[in-house]
């Protein structure tokens, strides 16, 4: 089972992506979701997370009102859109996938991807 990340790419400060996170052999929509980035010299951080079944989303303070985080389940995709991106959102981004959603919360999902490259310039 793998995770496939999309959606990555350059953009400048104040501009939108929207980050695709997808999967064979797993059906999404029933697994809590979470996305994830990582920068150079930083630990991995927890961004913004979804819940199965029931509506519950999380979001990092720093993204708060900045980015969303949704499910496409006819399409077996969660989405992180993401606008008024700065440069200190530069990262790789990764989406983790659990049924378990205090391992989402603790960074601890155990299926992952392999992630997608966000670069904001200032």
């Known amino acids: 089972v793998q995770l496939v990340e999309s959606g990555g790419g350059w953009v400048q400060s104040g501009g939108s992506l929207r980050l695709s996170c997808s999967a064979s052999r797993l059906s999404l929509n029933s697994y809590t979701i979470g996305w994830f980035r990582q920068s150079p010299g930083k630990g991995r951080e927890g961004v913004a997370s979804?819940?199965?079944?029931?509506?519950?989303?999380t979001y990092a303070d720093s993204v708060k009102g900045r980015f969303t985080i949704s499910r496409d389940n006819a399409k077996n995709t969660v989405y992180l859109q993401m606008n008024n991106l700065e440069p200190e959102d530069t990262a790789v981004y990764y989406c983790g996938a659990d049924d378990n959603w205090g391992r989402i919360l603790a960074g601890l999902p155990r299926t992952w991807g392999r992630g997608t490259q966000v670069v904001v310039s200032a």
């Open positions: 979804i819940r199965e079944g029931v509506v519950g989303t």
